[in-house]
């Protein structure tokens, strides 16, 4: 199975910062990798397919890059409503394992 | 609207089985891969694996082999996952979540899990 870790497990920030949320994989996953926003008690939300493609919907603010192993989720300002838990995941094989989370916090 | 809507909270013994539902609107049900994904409380994201509604087709992950099944019925839209032999750790919120999936030549490509299900809890005690 391909693990999936991201760094840090959690940060605080304030409201305007740039934030990044980095995910590697075990081996190379090429640019099958997607990127999750999770608020408590709510479903998942799907912010970045493809490494870099931006889900229909999503403020620009959010962005994804790398390929390979590595892969960055970068939020350029951060707004009051982005604190919550993102996770990654590889969509390259399965078993389709996800990220253990970053949860972002209010500095 | 596109939307998938789950079956209601579930409590069983340890032992039982569990079949929670998930039904499709807005939408063709057999254009899209369902995925099933599970959160344990206070845990991250579980996935357990997938069925291709139009060929009915599914993967599990090694953890579930032999405990989960994955069906859908067309003719309702709605898939379904059931999950036997039941202990304290299925305790979980359970999703279902479709994903766009187009064949490129010799490979796939990923569109990711753009609409999920609001959750089925499933809680597990004596």
């Known amino acids: 199975d391909i693990q999936m870790t991201q760094s840090p497990s959690s940060l605080s920030a304030s409201v305007g910062d740039r934030v990044t949320i980095t995910c590697r994989a075990s081996q190379s996953i090429n640019s099958y990798l997607n990127w999750y926003q999770q608020k408590p008690g709510k479903a998942p939300k799907l912010l970045v397919y493809a490494a870099s493609s931006l889900q229909s919907g999503v403020p620009s603010r959010f962005s994804g890059s790398g390929s390979g192993t590595d892969f960055t989720l970068t939020i350029s300002s951060l707004q009051p409503e982005d604190f919550a838990t993102y996770y990654c995941q590889q969509s390259n094989s399965s078993p389709r394992t996800f990220g253990q989370g970053t949860k972002v916090e209010i500095k | 609207q596109v939307q998938l809507v789950q079956s209601g909270a579930e409590v069983k013994k340890p032992g039982a089985s569990v079949k929670v539902s998930c039904k499709a609107s807005?939408?063709?049900?057999?254009?899209?891969?369902m995925h099933w994904v599970r959160q344990a409380p206070g845990q991250g994201l579980e996935w357990m694996g997938w069925?291709?509604?139009?060929?009915?087709?599914?993967i599990y992950t090694q953890k579930f082999q032999g405990r989960v099944t994955m069906t859908r019925d067309t003719s309702s839209s709605t898939a379904y996952m059931e999950v036997s032999g039941l202990t304290s750790d299925d305790t979980a919120v359970y999703y279902c979540?479709?994903?766009?999936?187009?064949?490129?030549?010799?490979?796939?490509?990923?569109?990711?899990?753009?609409?999920w299900g609001q959750g089925t809890t499933v809680i597990v005690s004596s």
């Open positions: 979540a479709r994903e766009g999936v187009v064949p490129t030549g010799t490979a796939y490509y990923y569109y990711g899990m753009d609409v």
């Open positions: 069925i291709n509604p139009n060929s009915g087709g599914t």
């Open positions: 807005g939408y063709t049900f057999s254009g899209y891969y």
